[in-house]
Nanobody
Framework: QLQASGGGLVQAGGSLRLSCVASGRTFRYSNLGWFRQAPGKQRELVAAIDVGGNTNYASSVKGRFTISRDNGKKTTYLQMNSLKSEDTAVYYC?????????????????WGQGTQVTVSS
């Protein structure tokens, strides 16, 4: 089970940090991803991290967002800087089997509830 938090309302140019806490004993063996879905748009994988700490980002957030994980706390984070109005969306964390590609959005099969991020311009 995954529990996301940290969303809110922020002005353009501001920052937010999302957190996602997991329960269960398989966290350290799971790939982790942050997805987002804006109204009328498809859900997209914006950041992912594998069990070895390798990371991957969507081009739209590269250089502004940073994903990290703390296996001891069973938590993954998404640090979002220089936020833009187009970053407004519901953000979800998800985990997937480590043997699958962490950059493959279809590999994620365990989802947390979403947290709303709204960026005002």
């Amino acid at each position: 089970q995954l529990q996301a938090s940290g969303g809110g309302l922020v002005q353009a140019g501001g920052s937010l940090r999302l957190s996602c806490v997991a329960s269960g004993r398989t966290f350290r063996y799971s790939n982790l991803g942050w997805f987002r879905q804006a109204p009328g748009k498809q859900r997209e994988l914006v950041a992912a991290i594998d069990v070895g700490g390798n990371t991957n980002y969507a081009s739209s957030v590269k250089g502004r967002f940073t994903i990290s994980r703390d296996n001891g706390k069973k938590t993954t984070y998404l640090q979002m800087n220089s936020l833009k109005s187009e970053d407004t969306a519901v953000y979800y964390c998800a985990s997937g089997e480590y043997r699958r590609s962490y950059t493959d959005a279809e590999s994620y099969d365990n989802w947390g509830q979403g947290t709303q991020v709204t960026v005002s311009s």
